[in-house]
Structure formats: C-alpha cells, structure tokens
C-alpha cells in the first residue's frame, strides 16, 4: 500500500482519500482492541503458568462464519469479506505477539487488563459490523483503480493522528491491504 502512495502520489490521494477514510479508522479502533487482548490472554497466562494462546481458530471462524453471512445480506461478495477479516485477525495476532514478546523479555510492563475477553468481544463485535456496514457504503471506492492509494492515504493519516508505533502501524497495513482488488 505505502508503495502504492508512492506510485500514484500520496498528496493526491490525500485530498481524495475521504471516503475510504473512515474504514480505515475502524479498522485501527479493532486493531485498539488487540492490546487489551493480549494483555488478557498475557495475564491468563501468568495465572496458569503457561503460554498465552494468541490464535483461536474456533473464534476467528466464528467471525468469519458471521461476517461472511452478514456481507451476503448486503450483497458483499464472501470472498471481500473474508479477505477483510482475515486481514483484521491476523493485524490483531500481530500486535498480539509483538506485545506478548515485548512483555516476555521485559521490555514493557503488560498492563493488568480491564476487562476479560467477554469485556472486550462486543466491542470487537460492533467494529465487525460496523466494518461491514462500511465495506457495503464504499464497495464502488474499493474496486476504484486509485484504491490503494487512496487506502494508504488513509492509513498514514490514521497512523498519524493516533500516534500509531511501529508495531502498530505495521498491523494497520496488515489490516489495510485486503481492501482493493476485490
């Protein structure tokens, strides 16, 4: 996508990158919810005495199986759909693992959680629908040939205005890149 900026000119679609702009802040507030998940899993962990568990292919299905069904009522094609929450999952895991191993070798404190998963997963849940409500508005600015430039417009404007680290920002292309082509 970066490269993409490049290609096409990032000012240019800056001034034209509006409408995608807002799938793009969704998707970094679901990436928000990463690091709360990962320091429940983290405490979890410390509790048990083992290692936390980053990847639950029975929940990611579960999203995916609910996401996919809730596009084919807009009349999203499941492929986006799947593209797009694929992305989200493993932007998620990214952070996840950047945080878990960051607090593994003590170079950051992981925070006591305040929530429990069941805390968190209904804000996870109305971002997905949000995301999709999202995906239905913008279906013509996703297949438009200006897409990815306009995506990472998108995403440098987000990563700027929320601060966004390295790890985070790097998540946020993760999350990001399924977007066009569909």
Request: hydrophobic share 45%; glycine share 10%; aromatic share 4%.
């Amino acid at each position: 996508m970066v490269v993409a900026a490049g290609q096409f000119g990032v000012s240019a679609a800056q001034d034209d990158s509006g409408a995608l702009d807002r799938l793009v802040e969704l998707m970094s507030e679901r990436l928000g919810t990463a690091d709360t998940v990962a320091a429940v899993k983290w405490a979890g962990a410390v509790r048990d005495g083992g290692e936390p568990m980053i990847d639950d292919p029975g929940r990611e299905q579960a999203i995916y199986d609910a996401m996919t069904q809730l596009g084919a009522e807009r009349k999203l094609p499941a492929g986006l759909v799947r593209q797009v929450f694929e992305g989200q999952i493993e932007a998620s895991k990214i952070v996840q693992r950047g945080l878990v191993t960051e607090w593994r070798y003590g170079l950051a404190t992981a925070p006591a959680p305040a929530t429990d998963l069941a805390g968190v997963r209904p804000v996870i849940d109305g971002l997905n629908v949000a995301i999709i409500d999202e995906l239905d508005r913008e279906r013509t600015e996703l297949t438009r040939s200006d897409c990815p430039a306009r995506v990472a417009a998108g995403m440098l404007a987000v990563a700027g205005h929320d601060n966004l680290d390295a790890l985070h920002a790097a998540a946020l292309v993760r999350a990001s890149t399924p977007l066009c082509g569909s």
